[in-house]
């Protein structure tokens, strides 16, 4: 077995468990590569991991072949993996050493039980869908997916945009607002729940179109099967807008022709046999707590 580890932001709160980590894997003899700048900020802090190959690139990563990509951080760090893995799909485990935790749903303190379960294959797979953005011009240096979301914004403190919205070519609507999310149920409990969009299962093959402060109060987030495509007309007062695939940017003009779909490859997932997404949910969001008396 070889895993691959990743990680954000050192934080030196996190070194005994980071230093666990690779104690652990030295002594069930499992080899390990670190990425290349977490590697440096973990030693700068007084981690020694002893002895470790490192990666920066995809391309190294399909050298090095790991079976497993541990992430230490939150679901943002885990969606930063999506630059590593979008041609080779590797199981991802992420470790919360973060806030909410969605996706990184194992605790820090549990480490060793994780890297156990690993070993004995107590798990299974949630594969997750991914959303695929095609554009005019080159853009996101040709790493064009999304795990959570793909969002048109308006760019700076300009006024709102106008969105011109298509279904399978079929026009939908024009969205007066801030802007447009367009979320994988993956991504259906971040910033399109922020912006009063529903919750979908992750199997239920979907995707949310959400306004970001729409003009018209009557206009709602909407739902549609993920075998659609959707395309963009923007237009406003401005000459650049902002798109975004989960948490990278590009700035652009109305002249990219913009449309998103659903990947040909998902996202994998290690889940451990005692969870499941819906203790997940009630857990992060406080389902049925009485706060009454906190």
């Not at 391309?59 to 760090?77: K, M, R, Y």
């Not at 949630?126 to 979301?149: H, I, K, M, W």
């Not at 802007?179 to 149920?185: A, D, M």
Request: hydrophobic share 40%; proline share 4%.
């Amino acid at each position: 077995m070889k895993i691959a580890i990743y990680g954000r932001v050192f934080k030196k709160e996190n070194a005994p468990f980071i230093q666990s980590l690779y104690d652990y894997l030295l002594e069930k003899d499992i080899d390990f590569v670190t990425e290349e700048v977490f590697l440096a900020q973990c030693v700068a802090s007084g981690v020694k991991p002893r002895k470790t190959d490192t990666f920066s690139s995809q391309s190294d990563l399909n050298i090095s072949e790991p079976d497993f990509f541990i992430v230490l951080g939150g679901d943002g760090t885990i969606l930063d993996t999506m630059v590593y893995m979008f041609k080779k799909p590797i199981p991802v485990l992420g470790i919360n050493t973060g806030r909410l935790g969605f996706l990184a749903g194992e605790s820090k303190a549990d480490i060793k039980r994780a890297i156990d379960n690993l070993v004995k294959g107590h798990f299974s797979i949630d594969y997750r869908s991914v959303l695929q953005l095609e554009t005019s011009v080159p853009l996101f240096d040709g790493v064009n997916y999304a795990l959570n979301d793909f969002v048109i914004h308006k760019k700076d403190s300009s006024s709102m945009i106008t969105i011109h919205t298509y279904v399978n070519g079929e026009y939908l609507n024009s969205y007066w607002s801030d802007g447009l999310i367009i979320s994988t149920p993956t991504g259906s409990t971040g910033y399109s729940l922020s912006c009063g969009g529903p919750i979908l299962y992750p199997t239920s093959n979907s995707l949310v179109i959400t306004p970001i402060a729409p003009h018209n109060l009557n206009v709602r987030p909407m739902v549609i099967s993920d075998e659609h495509v959707i395309s963009f007309e923007i237009e406003g007062r401005s000459t650049g807008f902002l798109i975004t695939l989960d948490s990278r940017s590009e700035s652009i003009t109305s002249s990219v022709q913009l449309a998103i779909k659903r990947a040909n490859f998902k996202f994998p997932l290690v889940r451990f046999n005692e969870e499941n997404y819906l203790n997940t949910l009630r857990k992060k969001l406080m389902w049925g707590i009485d706060n009454r008396n906190i």
